[in-house]
Every structure is written in structure tokens, then in C-alpha cells.
């Protein structure tokens, strides 16, 4: 008998009784209780889609087992980094079986987030979802048994009856907030690549996507008050191609952005998985693309700024915003059209590599300082976020920004993203801010994944498959009062060097695989963490992304065409520090 493949990520408990399975096949209805609507959806459209089937509404409508008898608690079961194996096996023979019904509910007794798979020859098919994104998860585990097939867009084996090994799991996620920050003010990924990633984050289980919409290098979302954020700060005349610090550009405009209907969709299409969209919105630094487009939002008593364009290089613009009502009135304005279209109860301004060189130098901002009775630069900042703080707030709303936001005072009531390694979101959590743990040392997967000549572009510090999959959140400088503010993590994937789709999926694969196990799964101390056997449920893993069209870095290496000779990058020797 073949191993049944492994499941990812790893779920917390799991067992298997060895019973003949489960068909799936043109015969297959679905049954779905009340709030497990969005899984209904997903399953026809997506896994019938895949499979060739309709899944057609069961004709019996009452559930396949009641809470007591269904809950099949694995208490002694291993942990499911050995155990949650599946097999998408193909039969043949299926067809001669009983008809079989997948059945959805959502069952009160079980955590949010949490589900109950239980897979029986007698019974079909069961999720139990502790709520609406339970049943979606586990609905996702159920697409990695039935195997790669499971994860294309039309069947390749028309008629094949996809056999479900008999098995029941349980499983819940350890962090509430399990994200991913894409960048797209750097290099612009059209919508149709911003719902591919949702896809991505589905399949694996992540649930907040942080969309760093507006940089130096480009504004992209629609703004109707101000159209020139878009009909200018929206495009550059050319791009740094490499780092920074590289002779090569490219030579050509680039840019565009999304229209306030392509956010609505994009919303809407995150919702329907079970995936928050948090925006970014970056102020009073980061800031050169909205000064192009409105130049008296700069330090116009310092710096020409109606000479600025948006910018084509990378790094951190000295070109940041006055420190005037104009400016805060402006930024309303921006706030007041993002609530309309984002529903997400944490709003990100960014506030991070804040340039205070124009501050020092200007006389209006000086004046600003004493008017305000500040200290100093660092606190001016901390006023434009503690600002926006009290107006999010008045509206229903909270305040998330980078560790920068510390500098000069924290915003009463705001959250921290705690890139700048753990100190910022250690110092948050003690003081009783929540944090999102996601460390440019450990999390940032522009950074290079090994340390050959063939790594494109190679950025940052060497941070392997091994390294993410060692990476832990929680610091363990926290109590465990202090720890609950952390709310969980995110990786982030800054664009500069990622020009395209086929080099944005290879720096994020498979290295968010990895990720998305530590932000699910219940893992024990880094040092401890079974890498080998994530490595084997890798090797079930990898046929599941390349249905998916995924282009990750193979474990052997780049592919010839994934490498990029001559274009400099900027690595950094040693191993990161842990600060």
C-alpha cells in the first residue's frame, strides 16, 4: 500500500482507520448547512471545476453525525507533522460504490477557525467547522487528500473517481492573524495576479493579506477626491532593475493601478476565503509618489517639489510630508474613500524610514514643533500617527503601522508590525499594544534562499526553506500575559527585485509553505521542529504547486531561467542577528 501524502500545514491531530475511502465522483452530492455558504461555493467551483463534477445538493438534508458522535476526538493520535497523511488515490472501481455526499456545518462547540474532517466509508464525507472559515480550512485539507489533481482548473482525467482514504482530523490554528504583505508599489501586480495570490494564501491556510498599496515608487489605488494620485503618482518613467546600487534600468514607464471597483472585487474575492485585506496606506515618509502627484503635500520651504516625479530607484526618499493641517486633511480625504472600500477593523499607515532631514531643515516644521510643544522630529512623527490614530478610531477602526510608529511615544490604542527584528514588538507587547511579529531577519523572503552565485539577485541575509520553518513568532522574552498580544505574524514580499510574477513566486515558494506552517500549526521549539518530515510532506506538496502554476525555487536550485547573471543584488554575510 503507497504512504498516503502529507498534509500542510501540519494539522494537530490526526487518524486513520484503514477503511476503503471515500469516492469522489460525477455522483458525489453536497449537502451544507446554514453559514458554510462560501465552502459550498469554493467546492463547486473550484474542486468540482478541478475534478469534472457537479456536486449536485444532496437530497437528504439532515447532517451525517451529531456533535457527540462525530467529534472522533484523536486524543492519542501523533502529532500531525507524522500523522495527517492522505491520499488522493484514483479508482477505477469507484463508480461500482454507493453515491457518496460531502456535508458542511458549522458546529458551535468547536473554536473559531477550528475543524473536524472526518472521511468514513459509511457516513461520506464531514466538515465541522467551529464557524464559516473552519469549514473553508478544512474544505482545503480535503483538496490536498483527493491529490494534485485536486488543485488544476479542469479535469485532466475526465470520469476518474478520486478515492478519499478513510481518516478523521482535527485541527485549529495557533495564531488568529496568519498574513502575507504584498508590495505593489514597487513593481505593480495587476488584479488578476492579486487574486491568484489569494488563492495561494487559501490553499495554505493564511487568512490576512496586508496590501502595501502606495510608496515612493508608485500610488495604486483609485482616489476619486485627488485623480492625480493615479494619473500621476500611478506611473514612473523608468525602473532600477537590481538594487540599488546597479548601473542597469530598465528602460521603459511603468506602473498602473486599481480602480475602486477592482479593490470592491478583490474584497469581495478575499472574503468569499476567509482572508481580511488590510491596507497600507504609507505616511508622513514614503511618500514621494503622492508629493509628485500634489506637490504642496512636501516641505516646499526646503526642496523644489513641484520638480519631483515619482521616483525610479529604490531605498528611502528624503521627499516626505509637511507636517501641516493641509496635509492631515489631505490624508482624510484618502482614509474616508479606503473605509468605504476596505471592511478590515485594522487600517496600516505605515510610518516607517521616516527621512527627518527636510523636518530639521524646514522653518515651517520647526514652528510646527513648538507650536505643538514637542521635543523633537521623532515626536512630530509620533503626532501625525497619534493623529490618524484618534481619527480611525472615532470611525470603528484600528491603527497598525511598523515599529517606527514607537519612535517619539505610541499611539494610544495602536497595533505594531515588529519588522526591525523582535525588539519593537517585545517593547509593544510589554507596554499592552498588540503586535504582528514579522522580522526582516527571519520573515522577509526578498532576502536570498541560499548563498550560490546562481541566487537571482541576491538580497539580504541567507534565509533557507530550514530557516522559516525554524522561525518562532512568540519571543521568549514575553510572559505569557505579555504574549497575548501578540496576534500573530506575517512574511512580506518587498518587490523591488521581483519584476514579475515568475520571480515573485520564486521568492515566496516555497518558503511560504514553511511559513504557513509555523503561523497554523502547533509546532514545538524551533529546535525541536521535525524538518525532515516537512521536507517528505514537501515532496506531496510540490506536485500540488505545480498544478497550481506555481514557479517556486526547486530544492536542487534555480532553473536556468529563473537566475539572473549580472544583475547586482546586495547580500549581506553572516548569519541575521536575533534582535
Not at 449536485?56 to 507533522?81: C, F, N
Not at 460531502?102 to 464557524?131: C, F, H, M, Q, T
Not at 536550485?557 to 548569519?575: A, E, S, T, Y
Request: charged letters at 25%.
Amino acid at each position: 500500500m503507497p504512504r498516503p501524502p502529507g498534509v500542510i500545514p501540519a494539522p494537530r491531530a490526526a487518524r486513520e482507520s484503514g477503511g476503503p475511502g471515500v469516492p469522489l465522483d460525477a455522483r458525489t452530492t453536497l449537502w451544507a448547512g446554514p453559514g458554510t455558504g462560501t465552502t459550498e461555493r469554493w467546492l463547486r467551483l473550484t474542486l468540482g471545476a478541478a475534478l469534472g463534477i457537479a456536486l449536485p445538493p444532496a437530497t437528504d438534508t439532515a447532517p451525517a453525525t451529531d456533535t457527540a458522535s462525530g467529534a472522533a476526538h484523536a486524543s492519542g493520535a501523533a502529532h500531525a507533522s507524522g500523522a495527517a497523511h492522505a491520499a488522493g488515490a484514483e479508482n477505477s472501481a469507484g463508480a461500482e460504490s454507493a453515491p457518496s455526499t460531502v456535508r458542511l456545518r458549522v458546529d458551535a462547540s468547536l473554536p473559531p477557525e477550528a475543524y473536524v474532517l472526518d472521511v468514513d466509508s459509511g457516513r461520506g464525507i464531514e466538515i465541522r467547522g467551529g464557524d464559516g472559515a473552519g469549514v473553508f480550512w478544512g474544505a482545503q485539507t480535503l483538496r490536498q487528500l483527493i491529490g494534485p489533481d485536486a488543485f488544476r482548473r479542469a479535469p485532466v482525467r475526465p470520469g476518474t473517481t478520486h478515492v478519499v482514504p478513510q481518516r478523521t482530523i482535527e485541527d485549529a490554528p495557533r495564531f488568529g492573524w496568519r498574513g502575507c504583505m504584498l508590495d505593489v508599489a514597487r513593481h505593480f501586480t495587476p488584479k488578476d495576479g492579486v487574486l491568484r495570490h489569494l488563492d495561494l494564501m487559501a490553499a495554505h491556510k493564511l487568512n490576512v493579506f496586508h496590501f502595501h498599496l502606495t510608496d515612493d515608487q508608485g500610488w495604486r489605488i483609485e482616489i476619486k477626491r485627488y485623480p492625480r494620485l493615479t494619473e500621476t503618482g500611478s506611473w514612473r518613467a523608468r525602473t532600477k532593475f537590481g538594487h540599488r546600487a546597479s548601473p542597469h534600468w530598465e528602460e521603459k514607464p511603468h506602473g498602473g493601478f486599481y480602480t475602486q471597483d477592482d479593490i470592491r472585487e478583490i474584497v469581495a474575492y478575499a472574503a468569499e476565503r476567509h482572508i481580511a485585506v488590510v491596507p497600507e496606506i504609507d505616511i508622513p515618509g514614503h511618500s514621494q509618489a503622492a508629493i509628485a502627484a500634489y506637490p504642496e503635500l512636501g516641505n516646499t520651504d526646503v526642496v523644489d517639489t513641484l520638480s519631483l516625479s515619482v521616483w525610479d530607484s529604490w531605498g528611502v526618499s528624503q521627499n516626505v510630508l509637511a507636517p501641516t493641517d493641509n496635509a492631515l486633511r489631505f490624508y482624510e480625504g484618502v482614509f474616508e474613500e479606503l473605509l468605504g472600500l476596505f471592511p478590515s477593523e485594522f487600517i496600516h499607515i505605515g510610518g516607517d524610514e521616516c527621512a527627518k532631514d527636510q523636518w530639521k531643515a524646514s522653518p515651517a516644521a520647526q514652528a510646527r514643533i513648538t507650536e505643538l510643544g514637542l521635543a523633537d522630529e521623532d515626536e512630530l512623527q509620533s503626532w501625525f500617527v497619534r493623529h490618524f490614530d484618534a481619527w480611525l478610531t472615532a470611525r470603528g477602526r484600528r491603527l497598525i503601522g511598523w515599529d517606527e510608529i514607537l519612535e517619539g511615544g505610541l499611539a494610544p490604542g495602536a497595533a505594531v508590525s515588529s519588522w526591525r527584528g523582535y525588539r519593537g514588538g517585545i517593547a509593544a507587547a510589554r507596554a499592552g499594544h498588540d503586535v504582528v511579529m514579522c522580522p526582516e531577519q527571519q520573515v522577509y523572503l526578498d532576502h536570498r534562499q541560499a548563498g550560490g552565485p546562481d541566487e537571482p539577485v541576491p538580497i539580504g541575509f541567507v534565509r533557507t526553506l530550514e530557516d522559516v520553518y525554524r522561525f518562532e513568532p512568540v519571543p521568549p522574552e514575553l510572559t505569557p500575559g505579555q504574549a497575548r498580544h501578540v496576534l500573530g505574524t506575517q512574511a512580506n514580499l518587498w518587490t523591488e527585485v521581483m519584476e514579475d510574477r515568475g520571480r515573485l513566486d520564486y521568492q515566496a515558494f516555497p518558503r511560504l509553505v514553511a511559513f504557513a506552517e509555523v503561523a497554523w500549526s502547533a509546532l514545538p521549539a524551533p529546535a525541536d521542529r521535525d524538518f525532515a518530515d516537512f521536507e517528505r510532506r514537501m515532496t506531496d506538496h510540490y506536485p500540488r504547486l505545480d498544478a497550481l502554476g506555481v514557479a517556486y525555487r526547486p530544492p536542487t536550485g534555480p532553473l536556468p531561467w529563473q537566475r539572473r547573471p549580472g544583475v547586482p543584488g546586495r547580500p549581506i554575510d553572516g548569519p541575521p542577528p536575533n534582535v
